[in-house]
């Protein structure tokens, strides 16, 4: 009952105490509470007035608030429990904690407002605080994202009311492009690459076969960590021999890499791809002698997916990979580089060796064309032989092609000349 009598130890008396506590069945979190104590037994009548008038007025104030639509944090909940019941192909649960995760954390003030209410004006302080704090745009990017996904989400599912777009639509987080110096990609020359692994195996390092793979074959950092010795299919040695006496090496296949799965840290198992579909590197004649001599001493254990390639490393689980290569670097007096750059030196290198494009993306798993120009700017391929088409001289005055330097030099001195001498009589009787 809300009406219930009650001793007090303080005054030695008993009392009716009412207790109102009004529940949103639409919104589980919206409730309205209220407690009214030291009413006199003797008063019944007015207990069960006061009963009645903070009935009508928590109903009320529940209404009000359902009118308002659900607060932002039981969005976030409500979203995410959505698509743990019924997953969907656009989204696996790991993006699905990151979207939650992310706005939990950067949204704080948001939490107990509800949706309808934060404004464009919120989604400006937001991004500028952030900004203020120091996070990169691409953080902030992901952030924006984020909200955005579900908050449309919400309007979809109609928890959100008296509005029609997300308050961080327009809201702009970018900063003014530095025209002083363009911050050039990492990357590595062939001489750099060859110091690099150098230095790893005659230091003995525990991640120089990891990098030497990586270079070779372009995988992820956690591509690497989910590679298996019953995902490499080699030709025999005996039969790779033969075809080298008679075959070029760039002819002979040796066999290929099929890359299936990758680790994932939060999870920390393996899981699918981050391209969603498994692909194929072919093996190259150096990389196929390492592996000939490498696998059989690769001796790491094994697991449901397979034989482990690589040692199971903590920084290589934690995701750490990064961190590892640039101390080296610092240690060894190398160029600085990211794991990933090792990527992009694998994807330059092969697209200078002729591969096209096409088959760059399908053995790196690119889905996205822009992402492949990165490496194609980085090969310094996007402009080979682009103003070799231009031909401003007729055919009565173009040189002739065997024409040397000194032969050219020779002929464009007397067009000066002449075209002098012309330019003096013009004057004289001009």
């Known amino acids: 009952m809300a009406i219930k009598p009650y001793f007090c130890k303080k005054t030695n008396k008993s009392y009716f105490r009412v207790y109102v506590n009004k529940q949103s069945s639409k919104y589980p979190h919206i409730r309205e509470q209220k407690l009214i104590k030291n009413i ?4 019944p009548e007015k207990a069960q007035q006061l009963n009645d008038e903070w009935t009508v007025i928590c109903k009320k104030n529940v209404e009000l608030r359902e009118a308002q639509g659900c607060c932002w944090d039981e969005l976030i909940n ?18 699905i904690s990151d979207h939650v995760a992310r706005v939990k954390n950067y949204t704080k003030s948001w939490l107990k407002k509800p949706c309808g209410q934060i404004v464009f004006a919120d989604g400006c302080e937001l991004f500028e605080n952030l900004q203020d704090k120091g996070l990169s745009i691409t953080h902030r990017r992901n952030i924006k994202g984020s909200i955005n996904k579900i908050y449309k989400w919400g309007l979809k599912r ?9 308050p961080v639509i327009g809201v702009e987080i970018e900063e003014l492009h530095d025209l002083s110096e363009e911050v050039e990609q990492e990357i590595l020359t ?25 270079l070779y074959t372009g995988l992820r950092s956690q591509e690497l960590n989910g590679l298996r010795k019953e995902d490499i299919f080699l030709i025999k040695p005996s039969h790779a021999s033969s075809l080298e006496a008679d075959t070029k090496k760039k002819d002979i296949k040796y066999g290929h890499i099929k890359v299936k799965r990758q680790w994932k840290t939060k999870t920390k198992k393996c899981g699918r791809l981050k391209g969603k ?12 002698w390492w592996l000939i001599e490498y696998l059989p001493n ?63 993306m399908l053995m790196g798993g690119w889905r996205d064309y822009s992402t492949m120009m990165i490496y194609i700017r980085l090969a310094g391929l996007e402009t080979v032989g682009a103003t070799e088409g231009l031909d401003f001289e007729s055919l009565e005055t173009r040189p002739n092609k065997s024409m040397n330097a000194a032969e050219w030099t020779k002929l464009n001195r007397e067009k000066r000349e002449s075209k002098s001498a012309l330019d003096n009589v013009v004057s004289l009787f001009g």
């Not at 109609?158 to 997300?166: A, C, G, N």
């Not at 062939?190 to 990586?214: M, Q, V, Y």
């Open 40 to 43: 006199p037994l003797d008063s």
């Open 190 to 214: 062939d001489s750099e690459i060859h110091l690099l692994l150098k230095r790893a195996f005659e230091t003995k390092h525990p991640w120089a076969n990891i990098w030497k793979l990586c």
């Open 298 to 360: 690769a001796s790491f254990g094994r697991d449901s997916f397979g034989s482990r390639v690589f040692p199971k490393l903590k920084n290589f689980d934690n995701g750490n990979q990064a961190q590892v290569l640039r101390t080296f670097c610092a240690a060894e007096r190398l160029k600085s580089v990211k794991f990933h750059t090792l990527r992009a030196c694998w994807a330059t290198q092969v697209l200078r060796s002729g591969t096209s494009s096409t088959d760059l």
């Open 277 to 288: 579909y498994s692909r194929t590197i072919p093996l190259n004649s150096s990389l196929y």
């Open 158 to 166: 109609r928890y959100i009311l008296d509005t029609t777009e997300s």
């Open 78 to 95: 409500r979203f995410e429990a959505h698509y743990k019941k019924y997953p969907t192909r656009k989204m696996n649960l790991n993006t």
